[in-house]
């Protein structure tokens, strides 16, 4: 069964500053993963979609790697923005999707 | 472009109540899902649909039913709603190839008292 693990459960960072959020997986045999953003009481927003054949995608200020062999991805947001305060969830494709717990980012102005 | 809509958005059912979640997809995507997300948890997989005509198991089946009433909607049935099925229901939609990502609707907050 996949496990998805996201640390650090909750981030508070000062606007401007770059956001680095991690994302771990116990079976490196997914088709694909996703990131998502969830504003509080709201559906889930998708950011980006890395292929398993790919190693990083970009859009605007957010970069996401991923490394397969050793069950990781990172999410990078640059230039930190009070709308950028969310929940970032990142889940894995392995033919069923498989969510993490989520990572609650707060941007201070 | 509505892609995944959901209704209602929210309600309250007393224990034993029935009650069906409905959903609908425009993007004319083959697979269907139904998730719950309950804090500290994240979203766990109820039933989906990988086709029109097929439904399975996920995750948390127990005290669900689902119908896949045609390729646009597929429908969540709580036959006898119990204070443990009080979350926060996703539906989502994908293509059935595998390399396509997921769009979600906007949920249904349940609270059973």
């Known amino acids: 069964k996949q496990e998805v693990t996201q640390i650090p459960a909750a981030l508070s960072v000062p606007e401007g500053e770059n956001l680095v959020l991690n994302c771990s997986f116990t079976?490196?045999?997914?088709?694909?993963l996703q990131w998502f953003r969830q504003d509080p009481g709201k559906g889930l927003t998708s950011l980006l979609l890395i292929q398993s054949s790919q190693r990083e995608q970009t859009s605007g200020r957010l970069n996401a790697s991923l490394d397969k062999s050793s069950g990781r991805s990172t999410l990078y947001i640059a230039a930190s923005q009070p709308g950028d305060s969310a929940t970032y969830l990142c889940a894995c494709n392995d033919y069923k999707l498989s969510f993490g717990a989520g990572t609650t980012v707060t941007v201070r102005a | 472009n509505a892609g995944v809509t959901q209704t209602p958005k929210f309600q309250v059912l007393k224990t034993g109540q029935s009650m069906t979640l409905q959903c609908a997809q425009d993007?004319?995507?083959?697979?269907m899902y139904w998730y719950r997300q309950d804090p500290g948890m994240g979203l766990r997989l109820i039933y989906y649909?990988?086709?029109?005509?097929?439904?399975d198991k996920g995750e948390v089946p127990n005290g669900y039913n689902v119908s896949r009433l045609n390729k646009r909607e597929f429908s969540l049935r709580l036959e006898s709603a119990a204070p443990s099925q009080t979350s926060v229901y996703f539906c989502?939609?994908?293509?059935?190839?595998?390399?396509?990502?997921?769009?979600f609707g906007s949920g249904t907050r349940l609270t059973v008292v």
């Open positions: 079976d490196s045999a997914i088709y694909n």
């Open positions: 989502a939609s994908s293509e059935r190839k595998l390399n396509y990502g997921y769009t």
């Open positions: 993007m004319n995507h083959n697979s």
């Open positions: 649909s990988a086709s029109e005509g097929t439904t």
